[in-house]
């Protein structure tokens, strides 16, 4: 498979503290890079630096290099185009507070679309997609927020889908969901794999286990351990994945 | 000892609880007081003088008889003028200042200068609009002068109120907006302003009712003694609500009391319906955001 994004010695800290230190990892295309790790490892940091959303932290200082397809992300693309391609799933749902719709909408809507027919069109496709279409068709203009949580959550993902991005990161998208809203978010990010490629985050190991092609284990910053999901839970390379696995730490 | 001493301590907190209840709804009824009671003196005063005419026609007969028309009008245009200018001048610069500018010593001194602008006399904006609006700048007494001068006076109350309302809103709306490739004026001009609104709202209710009362401000630079006419043009002079109040009981002799509270029932249930308005808009706008 082609390599949809590639790291170089990415180091991220914040005034002194070092959240990431020379990470090097490539992200294939249409795959799920399962991301793990125990609290204050760096994930979420490593993630709003592939979309470029650490920008707003005014004391973030990054080194290294990302490529999007080749193109370095910080300069050699647009903030705007970046997180057009690589968009965000929190780890709460953040409905707007607007209708369904509009929520769906919002994105194709920002970057010019206006014809109401391929808006409906685009809610309706970018719904299916992510299994909540059947659940919301009968009351698109009511609001976001009356959703239940893993409803909403899904409506984040539905509002992605509808700016066409190549590349979707998950930051926990699941830790706020019962059991069976979470495997809904599951399937959902199997469904997209055909033509998206996904970085689920997540303090879930067995999470990482049902849905990641491959994971990635971080450490105080360090990227520890990347393989095959299989490969990595069941002969860990590494004695801090195994130890983390194991339960012995984290 | 620890069973005995839980029913003793819960006691004596219930205690405290209605102590403290008491003196909150003295204190609370205490700020009421007042106000009912200057309404129901206006009321009782001055509703005898109102009726059609009194709101309707020009004053006459130096100003003893005969309607405050020309005021009522005067106090609009200039509460309108005053809007116009304060409120996008206000909302921008909060914008400016809670979405756009770094922390630096510059913005520092902003602030510390709309604070301090909050505080100035009205007198000191009337003087300041009479030499810069009304000399300097040769706009001569006018509704435009009188219109700024005032815009100046309440623009704290909007910038401060704007602000507050901007950084009300959640910091997850920004990102979620902006994670989506959406720019950072769209985010704040279709997630951040719209949320922001109820609060820009109550900024403009205060400005408003600020604009409509004061007297100093408009003394120098806009309001006319007795002008039993409409202004022909924003570059004209005109009569308004608490110059005229002012007049009427300081400067003519011999007017009877029932003008004069009628002229202040006028006043302040024009500023109330204004209020209205704000608040009733305000509240459409609350009941359709769900957070
Ligand atoms: N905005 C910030 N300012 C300062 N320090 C930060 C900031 N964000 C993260 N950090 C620090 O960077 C380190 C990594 O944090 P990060 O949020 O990336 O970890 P995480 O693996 O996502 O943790 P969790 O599992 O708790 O979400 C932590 O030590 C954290 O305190
Ligand atoms: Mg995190």
Redesign the interface.
């Given at each position: 498979m082609v390599d949809k994004i590639v790291i170089e010695n990415l180091c991220i800290d914040y005034g002194g503290v070092h959240a990431l230190k020379n990470v090097n990892l490539c992200v294939k295309e249409h795959e799920i890079l399962g991301v793990i790790g125990p609290a204050n490892s760096g994930k979420t940091s490593f993630l709003r630096a592939l979309?470029r959303?650490n920008d707003?932290d005014i004391s973030s200082r990054l080194s290294g290099s990302i490529r999007l397809n080749g193109k370095e992300i910080n300069r050699e693309m647009d903030v705007?185009?970046?997180?057009?391609?690589v968009?965000?799933v929190?780890a709460?749902p953040?409905p707007?507070?607007m209708s369904i719709f509009d929520n769906v909408a919002?994105?194709p809507r920002?970057?010019g679309i206006r014809d109401r027919k391929q808006l409906a069109e685009i809610v309706e496709k970018s719904l299916k997609e992510a299994f909540l279409w059947d659940e919301v068709k009968d009351r698109l203009a009511s609001?976001g927020?009356?959703l239940s949580g893993g409803q909403q959550q899904r409506l984040?993902i539905a509002?992605?889908l509808a700016?066409e991005p190549e590349v979707i990161l998950y930051d926990e998208p699941c830790s706020g969901l019962d059991p069976i809203s979470t495997a809904k978010v599951e399937d959902a990010m199997r469904e997209l794999k055909s033509r998206y490629t996904q970085i689920l985050v997540t303090n879930n190991v067995k999470q990482a286990a049902r849905v990641g092609d491959r994971v990635a284990f971080f450490l105080m910053g360090e990227l520890v351990e990347i393989g095959e999901a299989h490969q990595l839970f069941t002969s860990p390379k590494d004695q801090r994945t195994n130890d983390y696995l194991t339960g012995r730490f984290g | 000892m620890k069973i005995r001493a839980k029913p003793h301590f819960s006691v004596s907190t219930q205690t405290q609880q209605k102590i403290a209840f008491t003196l909150l709804g003295i204190a609370s009824s205490l700020v009421v007081v007042p106000v009912i009671v200057i309404f129901a003196i206006l009321i009782q005063k001055g509703w005898p003088a109102i009726n059609w005419q009194f709101l309707t026609t020009m004053p006459r007969m130096g100003m003893r008889a005969g309607g405050i028309f020309p005021a009522i009008m005067g106090t609009l245009y200039l509460v309108g003028g005053t809007i116009v200018v304060a409120l996008p001048l206000g909302v921008l610069a909060a914008i400016y200042l809670v979405e756009y500018a770094r922390r630096n010593f510059l913005t520092r001194m902003i602030e510390v200068a709309i604070v301090n602008l909050a505080g100035v006399p009205s007198v000191v904006y009337g003087l300041f609009g009479m030499g810069l609006f009304v000399i300097y700048l040769k706009m001569g007494v006018s509704i435009v002068a009188g219109a700024l001068t005032l815009a100046i006076m309440i623009l704290p109350v909007i910038i401060t109120s704007t602000k507050e309302a901007l950084q009300s809103v959640p910091r997850?709306?920004r990102?979620?907006?902006?994670?989506?490739?959406?720019?950072k004026w769209?985010t704040i001009r279709?997630?951040v302003l719209p949320?922001a609104l109820p609060g820009i709202l109550t900024g403009t209710i205060l400005g408003i009712s600020r604009a409509a009362g004061e007297t100093a401000p408009i003394l120098f630079t806009v309001a006319a003694f007795y002008l039993p006419r409409l202004p022909k043009s924003i570059f004209d002079q005109c009569m308004a609500l608490p110059y005229h109040l002012y007049v009427l009981s300081t400067q003519v002799p011999n007017v009877k009391p029932a003008l004069q509270y009628g002229t202040a029932l006028v006043l302040v249930g024009m500023v109330f319906l204004l209020n209205l308005v704000a608040i009733l808009v305000r509240s459409h706008i609350r009941s359709r955001?769900?957070?």
């Open positions: 979309n959303l707003l705007e185009e970046v997180r057009k391609k968009t965000m929190f709460l953040i707007l507070p919002y994105g920002r970057h609001s927020m009356k984040c509002r992605t700016v | 997850s709306f990102e979620a907006s902006l994670a989506l490739g959406v720019s769209q279709y997630v949320n955001k769900q957070w």
